[in-house]
Each structure stands twice: as C-alpha cells, then as structure tokens.
C-alpha cells in the first residue's frame, strides 16, 4: 500500500494465470451441459485457439478411445461452414480439440443484448445448417448446438466447431 491508498497498479490487480497443460486459458466463452469452449493461448506459437472439449470425462480408456475417433471423423470433414481442427488431445484424463478461431467472434459474442436484424440472423441460420446437414450427411454429429460453438467473422461468414465432442 502507498502512502496515497491502496496500490492500484495493473500488476496489483492482476489475475492469477489459469492453465491448461500448456495452453493459458483466457476466457470462457460458453458452457452448456455438454460442452464447454474457451479462448485460449498457446505459447508454443502465439496463436490464440478455440478449445472445446466435453464437461464430463469419459469414463474409462474404452470411452475415451470412442471419443477419439468420433473427433478425428469429424475433423476429416473439409467444408466452409466447418471451423478447421489445429489440435486432438487429452490432458490430465480430459480430451479436447482446438480449432482455429481466426479473428472471428462466437455467435453468442456477435448476437449481444440486441440480437441481430432479421435478414442477417436468417443468412447466419442457413449457412449453420448448412455446416450441420453436410457432416449430418458424412455421418458425424454435433451433438450440442450452441451459439458459443459457432465463428462468425466481420464479413459475416459463419464457421461450426464442436462436432462430435459431446
């Protein structure tokens, strides 16, 4: 503490660092009662990521391994409306995937309290359904649609993450 008060410098204030494995978690962006996502660092490159992983653990090594191979199905699957798949993993007993967030905002940051006009939700809605009817069609599901596991750029082009991590 100062002479003048309490010290009130950005390195006083600052939040404990939350880790996972390597990866620095920096901000939830949605839980649901299946999956969850965060925005997190990664120092091996410097790149920001979207980790998403499922919030109950499987519950043994054959489970795990289904998992497994349901994610790495689903991040086989190349198309536009599909967020690219960067990282397959499991940490301390829980698997993830990370995807490439871009710069893109989730659905849920774009909507805010306002919501969006009516054309610009309805040209969001077609291009999810379509990211969900061609891995539907490739026989991979999601799951758990949710708005936090979906990208939006400025540009409004549209991304879905999470497929088969619920």
């Known amino acids: 503490m100062s002479a003048t008060g309490p010290d009130t410098s950005t390195a006083a204030r600052a939040q404990p660092v939350r ?3 390597r990866l620095q978690l920096l901000r939830l962006l949605g839980k649901s009662e299946r999956t969850m ?6 120092p091996r490159t410097g790149q920001e990521l979207m980790l998403v992983m499922p919030r109950v653990q499987p519950a043994d090594a054959g489970a795990l391994e289904r998992w497994q191979q349901a994610v790495r199905q689903a991040s086989r699957l190349d198309h536009p409306r ?4 960067v990282e397959i993993g499991v940490q301390d007993g829980w698997p ?6 871009r710069d893109d905002a989730t659905l849920s940051e774009r909507l805010g309290r306002q919501g969006l006009p ?7 809605a ?3 359904l379509q990211g969900l009817a061609y891995a ?8 758990d649609v949710e708005p936090f596991l979906v990208l939006v750029d400025a540009a409004g082009t549209l991304r879905v993450a999470g497929l088969a991590v619920a």
């Open 19 to 21: 880790r996972f494995g």
């Open 96 to 101: 993830y995937v990370a995807y490439d967030p």
């Open 136 to 143: 539907h069609e490739a026989g991979v599901a999601h799951h």
């Open 37 to 42: 996502a965060w925005r997190v660092d990664d």
């Open 82 to 85: 599909l967020a690219l798949v």
């Open 126 to 128: 077609v291009q999810w």
């Open 118 to 124: 009516g054309p610009e939700a309805a040209a969001l």
